[in-house]
């Protein structure tokens, strides 16, 4: 098990998986989600959340296109790193403490949001590098 993997096995208590941006993109958006007490209504909680996506719908696109024109082809140490500097960019706009962790010479991500009175831990794992395409393994 390489170092980030035993980091992130550590500090967290329950996993949950995204291979796709859309997530992470959603989860960094501008602003904050709406605040929820304990005991609301489920459906109060899903209405206020929608309401809270449709207001910033369209930075949370403008956010996810500015992501994916930067190249990030795995191979190219430059285009990861870019996307990494990005990624941090934007999370470190948004109140987290990052870090840039190196394994095997590609960059990992890492962010951290304390929440007062958090009793869980929600880990997003999402991939930010591409294979090229190669047009003969194409039909």
């Given at each position: 098990?390489?170092?980030?993997?035993?980091?992130?096995?550590?500090?967290?208590?329950?996993?949950?998986?995204?291979?796709?941006?859309?997530?992470?993109?959603?989860?960094?958006?501008?602003?904050?989600?709406?605040?929820?007490?304990?005991?609301?209504?489920?459906?109060?909680v899903q209405?206020?959340?929608?309401?809270?996506?449709?207001?910033?719908?369209?930075?949370?696109?403008?956010?996810?296109?500015?992501?994916?024109?930067?190249?990030?082809?795995?191979?190219?140490?430059?285009?990861?790193?870019?996307?990494?500097?990005?990624?941090?960019?934007?999370?470190?706009?948004?109140?987290?403490?990052?870090?840039?962790?190196?394994e095997g010479?590609?960059?990992?991500?890492?962010?951290?949001?304390?929440?007062?009175?958090?009793?869980?831990?929600?880990?997003?794992y999402a991939?930010?590098?591409?294979?090229?395409?190669?047009?003969?393994?194409?039909?």
């Amino acid at each position: 098990m390489n170092r980030v993997s035993r980091m992130l096995r550590r500090r967290t208590h329950r996993y949950a998986g995204c291979t796709g941006m859309v997530l992470l993109v959603l989860l960094l958006s501008v602003s904050p989600l709406p605040a929820v007490h304990a005991d609301a209504d489920l459906g109060d909680v899903q209405a206020a959340i929608d309401a809270w996506r449709v207001d910033r719908e369209q930075e949370i696109v403008n956010d996810f296109i500015s992501l994916l024109a930067i190249p990030n082809v795995a191979s190219n140490l430059p285009d990861m790193e870019q996307n990494a500097a990005y990624i941090v960019g934007i999370l470190k706009q948004r109140g987290f403490e990052t870090r840039v962790l190196e394994e095997g010479g590609a960059p990992y991500v890492y962010a951290e949001l304390s929440a007062a009175g958090a009793s869980e831990t929600v880990l997003i794992y999402a991939h930010f590098d591409g294979q090229p395409v190669q047009e003969e393994d194409w039909a």
